[in-house]
Structures are given as C-alpha cells and as structure tokens.
Antibody
Framework: EVQLVQSGAEVKKPGESLRISCKGS????????ISWVRQMPGKGLEWMGR????????NYSPSFQGHVTISADKSISTAYLQWSSLKASDTAMYYC?????????WGQGTLVTVSS | DIVMTQTPLSLSVTPGQPASISCKSS???????????LYWYLQKPGQPPQLLIY???NRFSGVPDRFSGSGSGTDFTLKISRVEAEDVGVYYC?????????FGQGTKVEIK
C-alpha cells in the first residue's frame, strides 16, 4: 500500500526555522515526484513546488520561490519542506502528494502555526 | 500562471439530485502528447484531498460511477448524477500542463 506519512503539528514563533517531512512507503520513492501543497485556514489549495527524489531536481511556484526550500533524502525515502525564517502568514496546513496521473496519494497533512 | 476558474463556488443539493461544477482554464490544457491535463479532487471535511477524475474524464480507482468528467481545451465539467450525503466537501479542479500547477478556487457542496 502506498503511504505518505507526514511529521506532526508544529507551533513556532516568527523568525524561527522549521523543517517538516513526508516519508513515502509501499512504492519506489525515486520513481515519482513529490509535491507540496499549502492550505491556509479556511482557504483553497495552493501548489508550492515539487522535487524529483532521484536527483533532487526541484521546481517552485513563483509565489513560494525564495521563501521555502524543498529537499529529499532518497536513502530514507523522505521529502522535506523547510523555512529559514517563518512568518505569521505561513500558518497553514501543508500536504505532500505523489503525482501518478493525478495526485493519487496524499499525506495526512502537517499543521504549522506561527504565532508570537 | 494558468488561472483556473470554478463555478459555482457553492452548491446546495437535495440527495438523489444531480450536481454540476464548471472549471474554465485561461489557456488550453491540451498537450502535444494528446492528453489533457485536467484533474478533479474532492476534499472532505478534515481530510486531505482525494483524486476523483484524471485527464478530464477518467475515474480514479474506487470512485463511484455517479461521478463523471467531461470537456476539452479550456472548458471542463464535473457531474454527479445523484448526490449522496458522503459527497459533501469542497471540489477542486487542477491543471498540470504548465508550471506552476494551479488549482481552482474550490466549490463547496452541501446537502439540503
């Protein structure tokens, strides 16, 4: 069974750094990209970017380029989304997803709360 | 970026009645490989999104046949032939022909 398991909820202060994770199992992790999707409270879905775990090649949405970093460690089948300096506006649910003729598998989501 | 525009933004449906959601893209989603990269997702309350339809009209595994997708180019439609209580949630269309991939605003479906 294909599974994407994300790290747990985080509460951070503005200016702090953070890395959240997404671990894939049940399939060949290096054979599929991993994307990250943001959902701000009460809002819709926003595509942030993606990574090819086989070579760590990335694409970012211009809306997120420079503010987040997507990475992966194929040795442990895990993708990451990280911030070097969080803002209150980063408060959101973040999902990882695997594209396979559409996003056929999603992580359960990681809620990030940024508040002073 | 390709803009995806859904209508309506909300829908209240009597169980057993049909429902229809429109999605229009600002550019054609037809690729030179012959595929059209338009997808439909349903996000039920408190859950991550789930794939319903891929490449305009193909139901994902396990999706009931009351869901159907149609359209071409820039105009697409998701239809539910007979809405059931379990269909409540927010429906999103998404394109993946051009980076960045983009979603529609979402259509909230509720039961009367």
């Amino acid at each position: 069974e294909v599974q994407l398991v994300q790290s747990g909820a985080e509460v951070k202060k503005p200016g702090e750094s953070l890395r959240i994770s997404c671990k894939g199992s049940g399939y060949s992790f290096t054979s599929y990209w991993i994307s990250w999707v943001r959902q701000m409270p009460g809002k819709g879905l926003e595509w942030m970017g993606r990574i090819d775990p086989s070579d760590s090649y990335t694409n970012y949405s211009p809306s997120f380029q420079g503010h987040v970093t997507i990475s992966a460690d194929k040795s442990i089948s895990t993708a990451y989304l990280q911030w070097s300096s969080l803002k209150a506006s980063d408060t959101a649910m973040y999902y990882c997803a695997r594209p396979n003729s559409g996003y056929d598998s999603w992580g359960q989501g990681t809620l990030v709360t940024v508040s002073s | 970026d390709i803009v995806m525009t859904q209508t309506p933004l909300s829908l209240s449906v009597t169980p057993g009645q049909p429902a229809s959601i429109s999605c229009k893209s600002s550019q054609s989603l037809l690729h030179s490989d012959g595929k059209t990269y338009l997808y439909w997702y349903l996000q039920k309350p408190g859950q991550p999104p789930q794939l319903l339809i891929y490449e305009v009209s193909n139901r994902f595994s396990g999706v009931p046949d009351r869901f159907s997708g149609s359209g071409s180019g820039t105009d697409f439609t998701l239809k539910i032939s007979r809405v059931e209580a379990e269909d409540v949630g927010v429906y999103y269309c998404m394109q993946s022909i051009q980076l960045p991939w983009t979603f529609g605003q979402g259509t909230k479906v509720e039961i009367k």
